[in-house]
Structures are given as structure tokens and as C-alpha cells.
């Protein structure tokens, strides 16, 4: 189990620079920003009008705000905006039009350098937030898979203390076998920048070790057998009371590495992924940060509209460890 606190405070240690789209109209954001100052745990930069938000809060004006409008930077982001999208048929004037909207034009900072990282999502869609970080920012190579994954944190009776990471719970519908492994793959990599101390990997499925045999089952078992990281424990196919209960996983595989202490959890598909991380929010009084996108050259991560303000502050001090290092 990761320790919040130290989560923050390894955040303020890498001093990143993450923009808020939605700052011009969304309370919480304000509220989340207004304590990511004071502790500094990471600088922000705020989308929007300065004299509206100046109106709105006075204490926003020690604050690093820029207008889609009037920035100075506006013709440059429109050039870099159409040289990117230029081949899928973006005009100049279109360019234009999209810089001005606050999700496109905290995507393009965050794209040029200006920012390290995004967060956004508490006031529109999860299309509505990422879109623009899929079109401009995009994967670290040509082909690189985008995925997200889910934090699930909190305690139960049944849980304790142990958080999990589930994927993929919102974007890729159906991942094919070599994707799963590449998700999984990337849902590591989230796991070690949020400082999980050991990371035990269940490829889930309604099969536990060929209880029961259909095409999903194979795809699940073949990916689990593919997937290899050094000082990973993985283990697959399970169902989620094997993967998750000591004394069920000793019944129904004596045999698996993981033995019911599984942390990450790797869904065959977008249905059961997104059903099972809500079912332990309002079930299992479990608090469900993200989706944390996975895969792109640089971190932007999508909110969920019902977030709280303790929700945006988690997800920008994880934007913050996913920003790669600068020379």
C-alpha cells in the first residue's frame, strides 16, 4: 500500500507545472488549486478570463492565468495546432476556432512545453476532456496503445487498507490479446510512479485456470502468459474472488504466485472494467480516482464529473509524478 501523503509530497518534490482548463467555470477546480498553492504541491497555471476570476476570488490573482483570448502565445499555438492536424483536413480558420477553446488550448501548453500536465473532466465529458491530448499530444511512438486505469482507494472490512489499480476502465472497448498485455504493461508503470511497494497483477476473467473455456477466456490466458515485467507477480486466468480472497484463491488455484493479494486487476473489456470499478465505489465505500490515461508522451488525466475537490487534488499530484523529467 502507497502512502497519500507521501504521494503528495513526492509530487511537490518534482516542482511540475499542470494547467486547469476548467478553472473559469468549475468551483472544485478552484478550491483544489487554491490548496495545490498553498502546499505547493505543484504550480498551476489557470484557464481563463483574469478579470472574471479576479471577480470571482480575489486570491486568484497571485495566480498564473492565461486567457485562450489574448495570450500571447495564440498565434503560435495556432500554427502548432495546424501543422498537427493539418493532413487529417484542419484548416487554418478551424485551428483558429479550436485554440480558443479552454481544452484544446491547455492541451497545446501542455504539448509546446508550457505545462508539464492537464487535468480536466469535473465540469464535461471524459471525449470531451481527452480529445484534444489523442489528436495533438498523442502516444510516446506512432502506434502506441492510449489506456486508462482506475485507483481505487480506501478501506472495508474485506479490502483493509490495500488500494488497486484497475484496467482498462475507460477506453479501449474490446482490447485485443497483445493489448491487454500493453496495458498491463502501462498500468505498471502508473503503479511504480504512485509507489506501490510490491505489485502483484491478476488477468481477470468469469474462468479461474480453464474452469471454464470460451474465445474470452483464451484471449485472457494466452495475454497472461505473454506478460513478463521483472519484480511483477502476475498470474491469470482468475476470477475476481481468486484474485482477491486468500482463502478462495487456496481452493480454487493452490497453485497461483498470487494467492488472493492482487493489486492490479486487468479487465478483458471496457464492459466489466467500468461496472466493477463503480460497483466498489458505491458498494464498497471505496473512493475512485481517475481515469489516469496511460501511454501518452505527456500526462493529461481525465475527472469524473461526480469528483470531489479532494479527487482533483489526487489526480494533479499523479499528473505531476507521470511528467517525465526535463534536462
Avoid: W
Avoid at 477546480?29 to 476570488?57: P, Y
Avoid at 471524459?126 to 492510449?146: E, F, H
Avoid at 515485467?229 to 486468500?246: F, I, K, Y
Avoid at 465505500?285 to 496511460?294: E, S
Amino acid at each position: 500500500m502507497f502512502d497519500i501523503k507521501n504521494l503528495l509530497k513526492r509530487a511537490k518534490q518534482r516542482n511540475k507545472t499542470i494547467i486547469f482548463p476548467e478553472a473559469g467555470f468549475s468551483d472544485r477546480t478552484i478550491e483544489a488549486v487554491k490548496f495545490l498553492k498553498k502546499k505547493n504541491i505543484c504550480n498551476v497555471i489557470l484557464v481563463g478570463d483574469e478579470s472574471s476570476l479576479a471577480i470571482r476570488d480575489k486570491s486568484l490573482v497571485k495566480f498564473t492565468i492565461m486567457n485562450p483570448k489574448t495570450c500571447p502565445l495564440k498565434n503560435k499555438l495556432v500554427k502548432h495546432l495546424y501543422a498537427k492536424r493539418k493532413e487529417k483536413g484542419m484548416t487554418m480558420e478551424e485551428a483558429e476556432r479550436l485554440v480558443t477553446d479552454p481544452y484544446y488550448f491547455a492541451t497545446l501548453l501542455v504539448d509546446i512545453g508550457v505545462a508539464d500536465g492537464m487535468v480536466a473532466g469535473a465540469e464535461c465529458s471524459t471525449k470531451r476532456s481527452i480529445k484534444p491530448a489523442l489528436q495533438i499530444i498523442k502516444g510516446a511512438k506512432k502506434d502506441t496503445l492510449i489506456s486508462s486505469s482506475m485507483l481505487l482507494i480506501g478501506k472495508n472490512d474485506f479490502l483493509k487498507k490495500r488500494n488497486l489499480l484497475l484496467a482498462d476502465c475507460g477506453l479501449n472497448e474490446n482490447p485485443t490479446c497483445e493489448q491487454l498485455v500493453t496495458i498491463t504493461s502501462q498500468t505498471v508503470d502508473t503503479a511504480k510512479a504512485l509507489g506501490f511497494d510490491e505489485i502483484n497483477v491478476a488477468f481477470l476473467s468469469y474462468s479461474t485456470k480453464g474452469s471454464a473455456q470460451s474465445e474470452m477466456t483464451e484471449k485472457v490466458k494466452k495475454a497472461a502468459e505473454k506478460f513478463s515485467r521483472p519484480a511483477v507477480v502476475s498470474d491469470g486466468e482468475l476470477q475476481l474472488d481468486t484474485a482477491l480472497r486468500s482463502d478462495v484463491a487456496k481452493i480454487k488455484s493452490p497453485q497461483s504466485p498470487i494467492q488472493g493479494n492482487a493489486n492490479i486487476l486487468i479487465f478483458p473489456d471496457l464492459n466489466s472494467g467500468n461496472i466493477t470499478y463503480k460497483a466498489m465505489q458505491m458498494f464498497g465505500g471505496l473512493t475512485a480516482v481517475g481515469p489516469i490515461l496511460q501511454g501518452l508522451k505527456k500526462p493529461v488525466n481525465d475527472l469524473s464529473r461526480g469528483c470531489s475537490v479532494e479527487d482533483i487534488i489526487l489526480v494533479s499530484a499523479i499528473t505531476a509524478l507521470q511528467a517525465k523529467e526535463t534536462k
